[in-house]
């Protein structure tokens, strides 16, 4: 192996160079993967709070028509379930978010 490294003398400082190049892409591309990662989490997040607000506004609607017409006991109940649905939803999604946020906090 010594003799291999003497003989090639001048090419000593191209290996070299090749080799701090490959790992300095290494650590680029490990960064990058990082930064994409936590834009993911971001957009997922903002994702999450779009259906949040979508299906409060859809909440806010479904006791708009409940109170406004005269309730039948069939759509009353169909109404609770969606509404029971929702909450469960909004619950779910909330602990994603707290779950998302302490993984962004933890990655930087």
Do not use: C
């Not at 490959?22 to 903002?46: D, R, T, Y």
Request: zero cysteines; glycine letters at 2%.
């Amino acid at each position: 192996m010594k003799k291999m490294w003497e003989g090639l003398n001048g090419n000593r400082a191209l290996i070299i160079s090749v080799i701090t190049i490959i790992i300095s892409l290494f650590v680029a591309s490990i960064a990058l993967a990082n930064h994409i990662s936590s834009i993911v989490k971001e957009a997922q997040l903002k994702k999450e709070q779009t259906i949040i607000m979508a299906s409060d506004m859809i909440a806010d609607q479904i006791d708009i028509h409940r109170y406004s017409y005269s309730p039948h006991p069939y759509y009353d109940s169909k109404i609770q379930e969606l509404i029971s649905i929702i909450n469960k939803n909004q619950e779910d999604i909330k602990k994603n978010q707290q779950e998302i946020i302490a993984l962004i906090k933890e990655g930087r």
